[in-house]
Nanobody, 115 residues
Framework: QVQLVESGGGVVQAGGSLRLSCAAS????????MGWYRQAPGKQRELVAT???????NYAESVKGRFTISRDNAKTTVYLQMNDLKVEDTAVYYC?????????WGQGTQVTVSS
């Protein structure tokens, strides 16, 4: 059974950067694609970045050019480097398989961007 623990969130000013980490306990080698999702207050959870086991990536238009997803299969960790953060990036960020599995949702990590 896989458990995912997100970390690295915080409060940052607009234009700043954060790096999120998602540590997996249990093997994720059998999972092809992992992703970062986010949920802002009053909004539905959305997928913002995806990475396959081969390293192919895909991004939501709203974060393209600012966010970079990466994975370290040896450490079973997925990262999200977020640069040039905007107020609208404020949300709880989660990692999960793509497509997600309900049993994989962790507690998430809060990212707050102030103007």
């Amino acid at each position: 059974q896989v458990q995912l623990v997100e970390s690295g969130g915080g409060v940052v000013q607009a234009g700043g950067s954060l790096r999120l980490s998602c540590a997996a306990s249990g093997s994720i080698f059998g999972i092809n694609a992992m992703g970062w999702y986010r949920q802002a207050p009053g909004k539905q959870r959305e997928l913002v970045a995806t990475i396959t086991s081969g390293g192919s990536t895909n991004y939501a238009e709203s974060v393209k050019g600012r966010f970079t997803i990466s994975r370290d299969n040896a450490k079973t960790t997925v990262y999200l480097q977020m640069n040039d953060l905007k107020v609208e990036d404020t949300a709880v960020y989660y990692c999960n398989r793509v497509p997600y599995l309900r049993s994989f949702w962790g507690q998430g990590t809060q990212v707050t961007v102030s103007s």
